[in-house]
């Protein structure tokens, strides 16, 4: 029996569930979500509570359980507080501004790279070097934010590009002084 799948999502004030054909919409202060359930799972709704059942015991419900456990209660936590990723920039003349809908950031190629912000998406900027991407998707906030972060990878030798906050970069050593 899946550990995840079994525990219940319980609501926080302002949030409310609704399905149909196996759709469920996820409501709350900060928007709506929805989002298609895989076959195999069935959602028992109570006014402050959700729990996820699978409908057989064959490997694919069984596997499927938790992940629809999880898709909702991303859902639920997205509309309620939010997501948010933290990306730094580092090296020297290294800056992001945000203007409109586009992220204008010099990242030490020959002209400035330009990154169009998606709908349902927030980028703010701290200090030129500090990004917070933020929104309801937890996994469209994550997907802006790796697309940042490879438009400049950070380099293992002096550690220069975009990372995100609290990544540790594994260093290398670089070239040694020959010995004669």
Do not use: W
Request: aromatic share 4%; charged share 30%; no cysteine.
């Amino acid at each position: 029996m899946s550990r995840i799948g079994k525990k219940p999502i319980t609501f926080p004030k302002g949030v409310k569930l609704t399905q149909s054909d196996g759709i469920v919409k996820v409501e709350g202060p900060k928007g709506s979500l929805s989002s298609r359930l895989p076959e195999g799972v069935k959602v028992v709704a109570t006014a402050e509570q959700v729990v996820i059942e699978r409908r057989s015991e064959n490997r694919i419900d069984r596997s499927y359980h938790g992940l629809a456990r999880t898709l909702i209660n991303n859902m639920v936590t997205g509309v309620s507080a939010g997501f948010e990723k933290g990306l730094e920039i580092s090296g020297v003349g290294y800056r992001a501004e945000v203007a409109g809908s586009t992220l204008k950031m010099v990242l030490g190629y020959s002209a400035p790279v330009e990154y169009t912000i998606p709908k349902g998406v927030d980028v703010r900027v701290d200090k030129q070097v500090n990004l917070v991407v933020s929104g309801i998707d937890k996994e469209l906030v994550g997907r802006v934010a790796s697309e940042i972060r490879a438009l400049r990878k950070p380099e293992p030798y002096k550690g220069k590009g975009i990372k995100y906050a609290g990544e540790r970069i594994r260093r290398k050593a670089g070239k040694a002084a020959g010995a004669k």
